[in-house]
């Protein structure tokens, strides 16, 4: 078994959960908040080191991410002319390795969150959801194609 040594090791930053969609929807509390066609919908969860600059990269991480079909039918082309549209979900960080009930302690404090999270979607020239809200999302996988984003936060120093 290949051990890392502790510097090295593998550390989580910003998380996201990209869904290639035909169409998605957010409603709070019955009223439509956004929505967009044929895109991506990002599930994004913010931890307690996250900064600015880890939120820019993995927005042009989504906005890079080759899993619409080329002429060839291929996963091969970019989000290009479609649209995003970003929800905020501490829950990505839930962690229910003791016990049935999960911990969010991993998931950053709204406060330190929400900047964050605006940040991501402002590069992205993602449409949101309602940050802290109970929402209702709504979305037709295409595929289905769903990816995770992680940046490793080793690896984003100069």
């Not at 929505?35 to 307690?48: D, M, N, Q």
């Not at 899993?67 to 290009?80: K, Q, S, T, V, Y």
């Not at 406060?111 to 590069?123: G, N, Q, T």
């Not at 595929?143 to 936060?153: A, F, K, Q, S």
């Amino acid at each position: 078994m290949l051990v890392r040594p502790r510097a090295l090791a593998y550390s989580p930053a910003m998380r996201a959960l990209v869904q290639r969609v035909s169409r998605a929807a957010v409603r709070v509390q019955g009223e439509l908040v956004a929505e967009i066609g044929p895109g991506l919908l990002v599930l994004l969860g913010v931890t307690h080191d996250d900064d600015e600059a880890i939120a820019e990269r993995l927005a042009e991480k989504a906005l890079a991410l080759r899993i619409f079909a080329d002429a060839e039918g291929h996963m091969n082309e970019p989000l290009g002319e479609r649209e995003i549209l970003c929800v905020s979900q501490f829950t990505l960080y839930g962690d229910a390795r003791r016990g049935n009930r999960p911990s969010f302690v991993a998931a950053a404090r709204p406060e330190h969150a929400e900047p964050l999270y605006e940040r991501f979607c402002e590069r992205a020239g993602a449409r949101r959801g309602r940050f802290g809200a109970h929402m209702q999302v709504e979305l037709v996988n295409d595929g289905p194609v769903t990816v995770m984003l992680e940046l490793d936060r080793g690896k984003l120093a100069p």
